[in-house]
């Protein structure tokens, strides 16, 4: 199991999913938010993120500015580890 993020992604079928869990289980290495498509559910719902759907109703939003319209987990990681402190990340 290669030890490098960009090692492990450039393996086929190997998204940034999979990349953070193997490099959090093999090397305990954090490298990042895991999100599937159950943690994207819930920080839309908690109003973290924003699906484009739902653009502007979230109190969060509204209130502290953190909220971004996200469709995707992908982006929904990427906004996570934009504002989420790193060492709640595990």
Do not use: Y
Request: charged letters at 20%.
């Amino acid at each position: 199991v290669p030890r490098q993020p960009e090692h492990l992604l450039a393996l086929p079928g190997v998204g940034p999913k999979m990349m953070t869990l193997v490099m959090q289980t093999c090397w305990n290495e954090i490298v990042g938010i895991c999100v599937d498509t159950h943690v994207h559910r819930i920080a839309n719902r908690l109003g973290w993120v924003e699906t484009w759907s739902h653009v502007g109703n979230s109190m969060l939003r509204k209130k502290a500015g953190h909220a971004k319209a996200t469709q995707r987990p992908e982006r929904t990681r990427q906004f996570l580890e934009s504002w989420l402190p790193r060492d709640l990340w595990p």
